[in-house]
Each structure stands twice: as structure tokens, then as C-alpha cells.
């Protein structure tokens, strides 16, 4: 079954300090992963997206991480800011004739000043 | 940019009536997508289209009906709203097959 699980589901840190946030799946065959921003009440809004051949992608202080092998992704937030506060979803693409995304519930960030 | 545009950013409907949630996109996209967000469900794809007059079942289409006559907007229509249907509501569009989409602010429906 395609999946795709995203950890923590919440997280706490201090403005200024650096997080991690992770995603695993079990979607094939795989097209692309990209991590998406979504402010409360908001749409999704695209930080980051990446292909089989891609293991970085950078988008100012955020970097995207993906292991094809072992099917995980990361997103590093560097230098945090009160604005980063939000849910951060990661959506895997599976290339089944039309494109099939299959979303994370989301890890939501609060930004503690 | 591309802009996705949904008519409205709350909506408050009785039971049982008809609505109409509409998304217009601006930059001559084919693909459009109409998803609903849950808390601890993630997004779930209600219907979708690839060109005008297209439509496809996504994974929860049942309630629901959408429209497609021009390329820039796509409708969604609840033929008649229950309680089960409050809800986050978001439409996208996309030019190409596996690439970038782009969302729209989304329409936050509650069913009274």
C-alpha cells in the first residue's frame, strides 16, 4: 500500500535554533517527493521538490534530503524564525499513468520566540 | 506566478443545500484538482481533470460532482451538503503530468 509517514507529528523549538523533520514512504514506482509549507488556514505552498536522481535541493533555509534507497526524506530548517511556524507535508509522487500524489499528514512546527 | 483562486475562504451551509465551491488557475494549466483536508487524515483527492470537460474519480468522490467548462476554472459541487462534509477544501493545478503543482488558498466549509 502507498504510504507516506512523516515524524514528529508536532515539535517545539527556539527561534534561531535548526530542526529536522522526517518522512518515510512505500510509494512505487517512485516519480518525485516534494515538501510543501501550509500556514494555518492557508493552501499549501511548494518549498522543495525532488526526483529519483536528486539528493539535495536547497530553497534558502531549507534543505531537502532524499535516500531513494531506503525511501527517506528530510527537511532541515536552519537559523528558525517566528514565520516558519506551520504544518510541513511531504507528498510523494507515484508515476501510475496519471500522477497518483500520496501526502503525509503533516509534522506542524511552532517557533517559540 | 501561477495563482490558483478559490471564491471563497469561509463558507457556512445548511444541510441539504446545493453548493458550489469554485477555483479559477491563470496560467493555462491542464490539470486541476479538487482535495479535501482532514485533521490527521492528510489530503484526499475528491476529483480531478486533465482537460476541459475531462473529469476523474479520486479517492472519495461520493457527495461530490464537479464541472470543467472553460480550462481555467474547476467547480466542485456538493448536490446536497451534510454534516460529514465540513471540511478544508483545496484546489491545484498543474501543467505538467508529475510536476509542481500549485494550490490555492483554500475554502474552509462548515455544515450546519
Known amino acids: 500500500k502507498n504510504q507516506v509517514e512523516q515524524s514528529p507529528q508536532s515539535l517545539i523549538i527556539l527561534e534561531g535554533k535548526n530542526c529536522t523533520l522526517q518522512c518515510n514512504y512505500t510509494v512505487s514506482p517512485f516519480s518525485n517527493l516534494r515538501w510543501y509549507k501550509q500556514d494555518t488556514g492557508r493552501g499549501p505552498v511548494s518549498l522543495t521538490i525532488?526526483?529519483?536522481?536528486?539528493n539535495t535541493k536547497s530553497n534558502g533555509r531549507y534543505t531537502a534530503t532524499l535516500d531513494a534507497d531506503t525511501k527517506q526524506s528530510s527537511l532541515h530548517i536552519t537559523a528558525s524564525q517566528l514565520s516558519d511556524s506551520a504544518s510541513y507535508i511531504c507528498v510523494v509522487s507515484a508515476k501510475t499513468g496519471f500522477q497518483k500524489l500520496v501526502f503525509g499528514t503533516g509534522t506542524r512546527l511552532l517557533v517559540s520566540p | 506566478d501561477v495563482k490558483v483562486t478559490q471564491s471563497s475562504r469561509y463558507l457556512v451551509k445548511r444541510t441539504g443545500e446545493k453548493v458550489f465551491l469554485e477555483c479559477v488557475q491563470d496560467m493555462d494549466h491542464e490539470n486541476m484538482f479538487w482535495y479535501r483536508q482532514d485533521p490527521g487524515l492528510g489530503l484526499r483527492l475528491i476529483y480531478f481533470s486533465y482537460d476541459v470537460k475531462m473529469k476523474e474519480k479520486g479517492d472519495i468522490p461520493e457527495g461530490y460532482s464537479v464541472s470543467r467548462e472553460k480550462k481555467e476554472r474547476f467547480s466542485l459541487i456538493l448536490e446536497s451538503a451534510s454534516t460529514n462534509q465540513t471540511s478544508m477544501y483545496l484546489c491545484?493545478?498543474?501543467?505538467?503530468?508529475?510536476?509542481?503543482?500549485?494550490f490555492g488558498s483554500g475554502t474552509r466549509l462548515t455544515v450546519v
Open positions: 491545484a493545478s498543474s501543467l505538467e503530468k508529475y510536476y509542481g503543482y500549485t
Open positions: 525532488m526526483t529519483f536522481s536528486e
